[in-house]
């Protein structure tokens, strides 16, 4: 712990307890009232072809000096296991409707290499194909979320890749998975029909997507037991009409619908905003904008309910995150960036945002694990460090499989600053699969500590214990110089003789705590 943080937990935990403050946030939890249950995929995690994110960051091979097994990291796979990584979405990303399957199966020397044309216009060797990634997620304790090529592929193409993995038969393709190290069908949870296909995966009109979907998904044949969810991909940003589309002429022929939504400081792609050394203003605008994630769910939630009312697709988030201008000197195509607690209140505000819609969002992915855009760990050779963003997935944990809960916050004041305002405090409430309530906390504020009353009718609270993330400035973050500049405090509070609690939130923070 460094001295900022050791400051920060004694400061909270002598004033943590006590009678409610005059001018507190009130939270009140209603645990009479469970609303759905939070997916654990919701937590997922997206590794891409692209930059260092797969090539280095997981992947090393097996001949390498860098401890691995069967070529992936041992630092990364376990650093990832503890945050218990529910899914992983591979191989891309607009990488996918390049991606040919057959080009990465057998023998690793004899793979042809091809070009990354979407990232950077480096050679891609295949070392890592099916058979690796299925390794990767087995050893992570993850499903796995493959997505098929729609852009440069066929409807043949992926209904045999879907073949090769899942076929039970001695069919051809069966016979050449087990030839190639597999016996048993792989477990694919999740198939996707292409990737952004009204961008980078075809510049296709949402009605022309539908009809090619169709095609598809009637040749995407499984065994029962192993048929993955088949994921139709949608829209982003302001724009519903996916949703709307898809949600009507393909409800009978899938499982979910996709959406993307990065956060750029800015709100422009062409000068995003730096990762580091950014003013106040930039912290806002990406709270700000990161915020949008909220309407965005509800509007295409909306037009997803005129067609699918019972809720039976799910809005899935599959790329979201924060995405900045790349690190100078670093290749501009590997989308490199560093992470601060910055990006650890964006994806804390996030996950709050996810819990309230757990009914139709079942499921997330940020972009990306490692390496690239607003990823959990960053590599440099052998050494790896871990980012806010990955303490927050880190305190979050207990969220996965857990029950959410209504809550509602009063006389949540606004902060603002440089011509945007942003609600004071997030929360988020849950039960959770060890029966015990958890409770999420996010202070947007970087000058203002933010004291907020817990109001749970019908229970008594004794005590909050569980984990704070803050530090002292809003871009700290961790450098291989400094690896422990920012990571979780223990945090507790008592309730005072009163029975009632205030949760001190310090300025620019995170906590989730256990109610005892
Ligand atoms: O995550 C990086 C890229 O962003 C993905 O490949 C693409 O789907 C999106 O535009």
Redesign the pocket.
């Known amino acids: 712990m460094n001295p900022i943080q050791r400051g920060v937990l004694a400061l909270c935990m002598m004033t943590a307890g006590g009678a409610f403050a005059a001018d507190a946030v009130s939270l009140t939890i209603d645990t009479g009232k469970p609303g759905a249950v939070i997916n654990k995929d919701v937590y997922g995690q ?1 590794a ?1 072809h ?1 930059g260092t994110g797969i090539y280095e960051g997981l992947w090393v091979g097996p001949k390498s000096k860098i401890p691995n097994t069967k070529g992936w990291r041992n630092d990364v796979v376990g650093a990832l296991k503890d945050i218990h990584v529910p899914l992983v979405r591979w191989p ?4 996918a409707d390049e991606y040919h399957w057959r080009d990465g199966i057998g023998a690793r020397e004899k793979r042809p290499v091809k070009v990354n044309t ?2 950077g216009g480096v050679d891609e060797s295949n070392a890592v194909g099916t058979h690796e990634f299925f390794d990767l997620v087995e050893m992570l304790g993850a499903d796995a979320y493959v997505n098929g090529n729609l852009g440069t592929g066929s409807a043949q193409e992926m209904s045999e890749w879907v073949e090769y993995m899942t076929s039970d038969s001695k069919s051809t393709l069966a016979n050449m998975r087990r030839k190639n190290g597999h016996d048993k069908p792989f477990k694919v949870a999740y198939f996707a029909v292409g ?2 296909a009204w ?3 075809g510049n296709m009109s949402p009605q022309y997507y539908s009809d090619l979907y169709k095609q598809v998904e009637t040749f995407l044949r499984a065994p029962k037991q192993y048929r993955p969810k088949i994921i139709a991909s949608g829209g982003n940003d302001n724009d519903v009409t996916w949703s709307e589309v898809l949600s009507k002429e393909l409800k009978k022929q899938t499982d979910g619908i996709s959406f ?1 939504y ?1 956060t750029i400081p800015t709100g422009k792609w062409e000068v995003k905003g730096a990762s580091t050394g950014f003013q106040e203003n930039e912290w806002i605008s990406t709270l700000s904008n990161t915020l949008r994630m909220e309407t965005h769910i509800q509007k295409n939630s909306a037009a997803m309910d005129k067609n699918d009312p019972e809720k039976k697709l799910g809005l899935l988030v599959d ?1 979201w995150g924060t995405w900045y201008d790349v690190e100078k000197g670093t290749n501009p195509g590997f ?1 490199f960036q560093q992470n601060t607690l910055r990006d650890a209140v964006v994806a804390a505000l996030n996950f709050n945002i996810f819990h309230a819609h757990a009914d139709r969002v079942r499921m997330t992915n940020i ?2 694990m490692v390496n ?2 607003q990823s959990m760990i960053i590599t440099d050779k052998d050494k790896m460090l871990l980012t806010p963003t990955y303490y927050a997935y880190q305190m979050y944990v207990p969220f996965q499989g857990a029950t959410s809960l209504p809550v509602s916050l009063k006389d949540n004041p606004d902060y603002s600053a440089g011509g945007f305002k942003v609600p004071e405090i997030s929360a988020s409430a849950a039960r959770g699969a060890d029966g015990k309530l958890y409770v999420a906390l996010v202070n947007t504020n970087p000058n203002k500590a933010a004291d907020v009353a817990l109001n749970i009718p019908g229970q008594s609270i004794k005590s909050v214990k569980g984990n704070l993330l803050t530090a002292s400035a809003m871009d700290t973050h961790n450098t291989f110089q400094s690896p422990n500049a920012i990571k979780p405090v223990a945090f507790s509070a008592a309730a005072g003789a009163d029975g009632k609690l205030t949760v001190k939130v310090p300025a620019k923070a995170v906590i989730v705590v256990a109610v005892e």
């Open positions: 997206f891409e692209l891309g990303g607009c990488f979407n990232w990737n952004e961008g980078c995966g993307h990065y790329e989308l972009a990306q690239v855009l």
